[in-house]
């Protein structure tokens, strides 16, 4: 079946533009498209290799090698008078679950030992050299997947390395991928490695709308017969597309642009050098694709709205994007005296003034809320800090992440497996140790060992894993005044940054009047839960025991739906227990459902007389007790030092 054409893909101009220069210069660095399910983020990227002209490799070789450039360390080399041939550009998809071996490639160990030969069977990275490597949901990739592409985009090379042997092949891709940000946001290293980002929504154009169904259906009923609908136009686009890349070369890049590109990067507080090569590329390729022969101020308008969206996000809470009105003061900036040519929006004229933001309207997130009491308000947080790390106890076996010790996949080796498990990294020693005692039986003769797939021993190896960290926090009236709650929403918010750089699942469940509600169903996206915090109103009595009654139900759920993630429970709250018929018993009761988590109390008892209610709580729930000040590293390492120089 013939995929979906890239030009019956309705609207979407942002990514159709960022993927045409991806291609006319895979220097660019690749594109990140986010946005919401059922978007055609997908569809238009499998469509795009069938535009992209074919390469020239080497017969025989696996690993793609360009007859006019071989690599001369390629496994399949060397590569001197070889024959080649000509074949389509490639579209390589990695899966969110696939194994290390399968992505970079993997050494038959068997083979190694027993003949000592060096076979190496290719992955998916060297299938996608001078390709496109695609992923979907990159977001959800693990995070050793993610260091191996990180060091592939680096050095341009991908490196398997066992037992002392060592296999190196190029593997440079355009990298793709597609997530939606609902679902968590990617690890900052990996983010800054695409060159460009795209931003899409479905259309709320009804008309348009109407559209995109009918081309789905039509496409659906007869693939063929669609595909050949749109052969033409998908034609032509691939001859623009090799047109744009012979001229590529011939672009040239003036200083004036070259200084509006560090004007606007300056101005929008950039980190690194990154984005300025990027921009650059990038309006060295739109000029191509415009079929100039040199950059305009309309080439790096375009360039600066692809590459800096997501390079100006200073932590993980901000949202992306640039200020048009801040984008084109810099071009200004760069150009005190535009000649007449230069006609792009504000050019010779000042910049339009920012909009004023529109008043807070009642019942909007972030608007102050009220009851009939006129009880319930939402007060802001204040600054972040870097918060002290809470670990799960015990060992776990769950998810590969940053928190608490685990027995993963990667890591220190710290044992053998048993027998029976049957995957993982093998272990040289051990698997001598299993062959040796039947080289006899086996009728070895000389060098080398006979083994069998019985005799491979793997690796028990210790790292860390991410773990579900669900909030219960105390949005009562007694927790209402404004500095305290502030101090309160700072430090979770602290807390759910230290748990988006961990890679954990995150929750919320709040409690006010007299119920609880869950606030956030668990989810790695610790955007959402951050802005769900921001907008929490405060007011009313203390439903403790409803609060504690509710956590306990998440996380039952939770134990079903993700078994292998342990989870932290950090319970944010005074203590006080004040609604409903005996709240203290029935609140001491529902922690005694909690008993086996690991729990954190935060204390946020302030003022001079208090009642210690918190730490009571925390001594029914068998947890750590932590007063609110105490939660930021800083304040750990100072009472450190502070014991430190008594015990001197």
């Known amino acids: 079946m013939k995929p979906y054409p890239f030009t019956a893909v309705v609207g979407l101009p942002d990514l159709r533009l960022a993927l045409v220069l991806s291609s006319i210069s895979p220097a660019v660095g ?38 006019a450039a071989p690599d001369p360390r390629c496994p399949d080399g060397p590569h001197d008078g070889a024959k080649s041939h000509r074949r389509p550009a490639k579209l390589v998809e990695l899966p969110v679950g696939a194994a290390e071996d399968r992505v970079i490639g993997s050494l038959h160990l ?34 050793h997947l993610v260091d191996t592409l990180l060091d592939a985009a680096a050095m341009g090379r ?6 002392g042997v060592s296999v190196s092949h190029a593997a440079r891709f355009v990298l793709i991928g597609t997530m939606n940000p609902e679902e968590g946001e990617l690890r900052p290293q990996l983010l800054d490695r695409f060159g460009l980002t795209v931003e899409v929504a479905s259309s709320r154009d009804p008309e348009q709308r109407v559209e995109v169904v009918r081309r789905r259906l039509a496409y659906e009923a007869d693939p063929d017969a669609f595909a050949a609908q749109y052969a033409e136009e998908d034609a032509r686009l691939a001859a623009d597309i090799e047109a744009a890349q012979r001229l590529l070369p011939a672009v040239k890049l003036p200083d004036e642009a070259l200084r509006q590109i560090a004007e606007v990067c300056a101005s929008f507080e950039v980190d690194g050098m990154r984005a300025d090569i990027v921009t650059a590329r990038t309006a060295v390729a739109h000029a191509a694709w415009a079929g100039r022969d040199e950059v305009t101020t309309e080439d790096v308008r375009v360039a600066a709205r692809l590459a800096l969206p997501h390079r100006r996000r200073r932590n993980p809470f901000d949202a992306p994007g640039i200020s048009e009105e801040q984008l084109e003061q810099a071009l200004q900036d760069a150009q005190p005296d535009p000649g007449p040519e230069d006609d792009g929006p504000g050019s010779g004229s000042a910049p339009p003034e920012a909009p004023q933001a529109p008043e807070p309207q009642q019942g909007s997130e972030n608007a102050p809320q009220q009851n009939a009491g006129g009880q319930q308000k939402t007060v802001g947080a204040g600054e972040t800090f870097k918060a002290r790390v809470f670990r799960v106890k015990g060992m776990g076996e769950g998810e590969r992440g940053r928190r608490s010790r685990a027995i993963t996949d990667s890591g220190r080796t710290v044992g053998v497996q048993p027998a029976s498990v049957r995957e993982g990294r093998p272990h040289l020693v051990a698997t001598v140790k299993a062959a040796a005692p039947h080289q006899k039986a086996r009728g070895r003769a000389g060098a080398g060992l006979k083994l069998r797939p019985e005799d491979v021993r793997y690796a028990l190896r210790e790292g860390r894993e991410g773990n579900l960290v669900l909030f219960c926090v105390d949005a009562s009236g007694s927790m209402g005044a404004k500095a305290r709650m502030r101090e309160v929403k700072s430090a979770v918010l602290s807390l759910l940054l230290d748990a988006y750089q ?8 709040t409690f006010r009047g007299d119920a609880a509600e869950l606030a956030l169903p668990p989810t790695i996206s610790v955007d959402a839960a951050a802005s769900r915090l921001e907008g929490l109103p405060t007011g009313g009595r203390t439903p403790l025991a409803e609060g504690l ?7 039952r759920v939770e134990e079903i739906r993700d078994p ?3 989870p932290l429970l950090v319970v944010v709250t005074d203590g006080r227990a004040t609604s409903g018929p005996d709240a203290v018993a029935r609140a001491q009761a529902a922690a005694g459902l909690l008993s086996g988590v690991t729990t954190i109390v935060m204390d946020c008892e302030s003022g001079k007389m208090r009642l210690g209610l918190a730490a009571d709580l925390a001594a029914h729930l068998g947890a750590d007790h932590v007063p609110l000040a ?8 100072g009472a450190v030092r502070a014991r430190t120089g008594r015990a001197a």
């Open 30 to 67: 690749g594109v990140l498209v986010r946005g919401e399910k059922g978007t055609a983020k997908s569809t238009m990227v499998r469509a795009l290799a069938g535009l992209l002209p074919g390469v020239d490799v080497v017969d025989g070789c696996r690993f793609s090698c360009d007859p």
């Open 549 to 555: 009654l509710e956590a306990a139900r998440v996380l």
């Open 630 to 637: 105490d939660v930021a590293a800083e304040a750990l390492a």
């Open 564 to 566: 292998r993630r342990r």
């Open 110 to 143: 068997e083979r190694a030992l027993a003949e000592g030969v060096t076979d190496f069977q290719p992955g998916l990275l060297a299938a996608a050299h001078r390709g496109l490597l695609y992923v979907d949901e990159v977001n959800l990739l693990h995070d």
């Open 502 to 509: 961990r890679r954990d699942k995150v929750g919320l469940v």
């Open 158 to 163: 991908a490196t398997v390395e066992r037992e």
